[in-house]
């Protein structure tokens, strides 16, 4: 490097035209900082000086593992089969705007949205037809996502 690059990077930098001759004010830095423990961890190191078992932590681990395996496991739409596919159009959040789906069954092909299921009947508002139709849940042999 040459000196005049030295020099003017050793310069501090120009905040106005004419420059006044300021005092450097010393930055107030952080010296110290907190960090809170929760009271389980608390409690674990607590039990663990003492030469104890934690029995409730063994308990509260086992339970953990059971409640994963309880909560169903997110599926993909291709993976649902016809039925689960049904419940995820109905159980659809109201926040939501109702999703199209064409239902292929036996006989034709249905767009609309699925309205609802009872007892082996799906109602589903159509696009062609004002009225809601219903079909068995036997006949309908597939359901595919549209749109909005």
């Known amino acids: 490097m040459s000196d005049n ?36 961890v608390r409690e674990e190191k607590e039990l663990e000086v003492k030469g104890e078992v934690p029995k409730v ?11 994963e395996t309880k909560r ?13 596919r049904i419940q995820f ?11 199209m789906c064409q239902i292929t069954t036996k006989d034709r ?9 009872e007892e082996g009947l799906v109602s589903i508002k159509t696009l062609t037809s004002p009225r809601k139709v219903e079909i068995q849940l036997d006949d309908i042999e597939a359901i595919n996502a549209i749109g909005f």
Do not use: A
């Open 5 to 40: 690059q030295v020099t003017s990077s050793k310069q501090r930098p120009l905040m106005y035209i004419s420059q006044p001759d300021f005092t450097p004010t010393p930055g107030g830095m952080q010296q110290s900082f907190v960090v809170k423990e929760s009271t389980r």
């Open 57 to 67: 932590l063994e308990e509260e681990t086992n339970v953990v593992k059971e409640d």
């Open 72 to 84: 169903k496991k997110k599926k993909r739409f291709s993976e649902m089969d016809i039925e689960e």
């Open 89 to 99: 159009f109905i159980n659809l959040p109201d926040n939501l705007p109702k999703t």
């Open 109 to 117: 092909s249905y767009r609309g949205v699925i309205l609802s299921y």
